[in-house]
C-alpha cells in the first residue's frame, strides 16, 4: 500500500507585474508534477508590491525599467528575449498573444490586485485565488490588458467565479487594503527584498525563481523535516 502524499503549504509572495514571478509559478508546477505521488501543495498568493508609488496611470514599461535599473535600450530587448525563452521551458508564456499589433508593453499600480487575490483567498479558498492570480498574469502579459482599471479588474475577478458587487466591494473595503499593508510588511519581516519568494510551511524560504530540479529537492527536505518533527511530537 503506497503512502498517502504529504501536503505541505506554499505561501508565494509575487507581484502580477513581475515575469519572474510567473517563469517561478511555471517552474513549481513541473517540481510538482515530478512529485507526484509523493508531495502535493497548498498554494497561497500573498503580496508584494514592486512599484507602490506607480501612478494610476501607469507607465511605458520599457521607459520604466530603463529608469529604475539604469539599463539600456539593447540590454532590455536581450533580457526580454532571454526570459522569454526560459518562460517557454517554463511551460508559460510572457508574449502577446491577442489579435493585431500588440498594444504598448505597460506597467500598472498593483495594490488593487492584491486586494482582489487576498478577497479570493478568503471568498473562496486557495485554487480559486490562483485561478485569479493566473488570470491577472495572463491579463497583463498575454493580453495586455490596463490593469489599473478598476472595471477591468473587476471582469477578471468574475471571469474565475468571483461574484462581481462582492469584488467591488473588495476593492472599497479598508480593512482589506489593512490586511495587504500588514502582509506585504510580513515580506519584509522573513527579509524578503525580491520576487518571487517562496515560504513553506510558514519557515522555510526558498528565494527566486529555480530550476524544476531545486524546487523537487527543497520540498523533499522540508516534507522530511515536518515528518520528522510530527514523529517527535507524536512519540
Same mark, same amino acid.
Given at each position: ?6 501536503? *505541505? ?13 510567473? @517563469?517561478? $509559478?511555471?517552474? *513549481?508546477?513541473?517540481? %510538482?508534477?515530478? !512529485? ?11 503580496? $508584494? ?29 536581450? %533580457? ?6 526560459? &518562460? ?15 498594444? !504598448? ?11 482582489? !487575490?487576498? $478577497? ?11 485561478? /485569479?492570480?493566473? &488570470? /491577472? ?16 479588474? !473587476?471582469?477578471? #475577478?468574475?471571469? =474565475? ?5 462582492? #469584488? ?7 480593512? %482589506?487594503? +489593512?490586511?495587504? @499593508? ?9 527579509? @524578503? ?11 522555510? /524560504? ?9 524546487? =523537487?529537492? #527543497? *520540498? ?5 523535516? =515536518? ?7 507524536? +512519540?
Amino acid at each position: 500500500m503506497s503512502a498517502t502524499p504529504r501536503t *505541505l503549504t506554499i505561501d508565494i509572495y509575487s507581484d502580477v507585474m513581475c515575469p519572474w514571478c510567473l @517563469i517561478g $509559478f511555471g517552474q *513549481l508546477t513541473k517540481a %510538482l508534477g515530478e !512529485l507526484e505521488g509523493e508531495i502535493t501543495a497548498t498554494i497561497r498568493w500573498r503580496p $508584494f508590491e514592486l512599484n507602490p508609488q506607480m501612478p494610476p496611470e501607469g507607465e511605458e514599461a520599457e521607459a520604466h525599467l530603463a529608469r529604475k535599473y539604469g539599463r539600456s535600450a539593447e540590454q532590455g530587448t536581450s %533580457l526580454r528575449g532571454q526570459m522569454k525563452a526560459i &518562460a517557454e521551458s517554463a511551460g508559460v508564456s510572457l508574449s502577446y498573444e491577442g489579435e493585431g499589433e500588440a498594444p !504598448l508593453a505597460m506597467m500598472w499600480n498593483t495594490r488593487a490586485c492584491h486586494k482582489l !487575490l487576498t $478577497f479570493a483567498l478568503e471568498e473562496a479558498g486557495p485554487q480559486v485565488q490562483t485561478a /485569479l492570480k493566473l &488570470a /491577472l498574469f495572463r491579463a497583463h502579459f498575454n493580453e495586455r490588458r490596463p490593469l489599473g482599471d478598476r472595471a477591468v479588474l !473587476l471582469d477578471i #475577478a468574475a471571469s =474565475v467565479g468571483l461574484h462581481r458587487e462582492a #469584488a467591488k466591494a473588495a476593492l472599497d473595503d479598508p480593512a %482589506l487594503e +489593512a490586511r495587504v @499593508i500588514a502582509e506585504e510588511q510580513q515580506a519584509w519581516d522573513f527579509n @524578503i527584498s525580491g520576487v518571487p519568494a517562496m515560504i513553506v510551511e510558514g519557515k522555510f /524560504l526558498i528565494p527566486g525563481a529555480q530550476a524544476p530540479e531545486v524546487y =523537487v529537492n #527543497a *520540498l523533499r527536505r522540508v516534507a522530511e523535516k =515536518v515528518g520528522s518533527t510530527a514523529s517527535h511530537t507524536n +512519540a
